[in-house]
């Protein structure tokens, strides 16, 4: 069974410093992974995709096969950067995401 | 293109009532899914279609939830009779086979009282 973790329901850290935002999977096989970013009630929307490696609004992410994990990153943190975030992953073709539970990410001025 | 498009935005029902949400996905994806976002459980993927054909429904969480895709621009989501443990925020996403990811609509959040 695929499945997608993110241990830090909640992450605040002050505007200008590093964040990095944990997820691990689970999956037999070689999956996708995306990162999804949703601004207060508002829908989500695709941030970055492993495929892809690169980087939107100074974020990155890069695939850990050894350790299963796909982290988010970004060196300097800004305010408008105070959102939910999930990661997801995909098995491939027309299947579904199975989503983490998501971090919130909190930037302190 | 004017990206996913749900409706109603929002939707307030007494127990007991029956609740459709609508979706229209983007044309020319092939792929649509409902999804149930709650602050318990997440995101939680429901059903998904693949050219108008339920593959996967079996997030769907009771017999009082059904999904159609009567064609390529448009599908619901059924609950009946709804119940307040229902009440959530239902995404609708679309995709070209997962090529370049997957574009959601802006939600439906449903409150049954």
Not at chain 1, 25 to 50: K, N
Not at chain 1, 82 to 98: I, Q
Request: aromatic letters at 10%; a neutral charge; hydrophobic letters at 35%.
């Amino acid at each position: 069974a695929q499945r997608v973790t993110q241990p830090e329901k909640l992450l605040s850290v002050f505007k200008g410093a590093p964040v990095e935002l944990k997820c691990n999977y689970s999956y037999s096989g070689s999956p996708e992974l995306f990162w999804y970013v949703q601004y207060s009630r508002q829908r989500l929307q695709l941030l970055l995709r492993h495929i892809s490696r690169e980087s939107i609004k100074g974020f990155t992410a890069d695939l850990n096969k050894g350790e299963t994990s796909f982290h988010l990153k970004k060196p300097f943190a800004q305010e408008e950067d105070s959102a939910m975030y999930y990661c997801a992953l995909s098995g491939g073709g027309a299947d579904g995401l199975t989503f983490g539970k998501g971090t919130h990410l909190i930037i302190q001025p | 293109d004017a990206g996913v498009i749900q409706s109603p935005r929002h939707e307030v029902t007494e127990m007991g009532q029956e609740v459709t949400l609508r979706c229209k996905p983007i044309s020319g994806h092939n792929s649509l899914f409902w999804y149930r976002q709650t602050m318990m459980r997440g995101l939680e993927l429901l059903i998904y279609f693949n050219n108008n054909v339920p593959i996967d429904d079996s997030g769907m969480p009771e017999d009082r939830f059904s999904a159609k895709m009567p064609n390529a621009s448009f599908s619901t989501l059924k609950i009946q009779p709804s119940e307040p443990r229902d009440s959530a925020v239902y995404f609708c996403a679309s995709s070209l086979a997962g090529v370049n990811g997957y574009t959601f609509g802006s939600g439906t959040r449903l409150t049954v009282v």
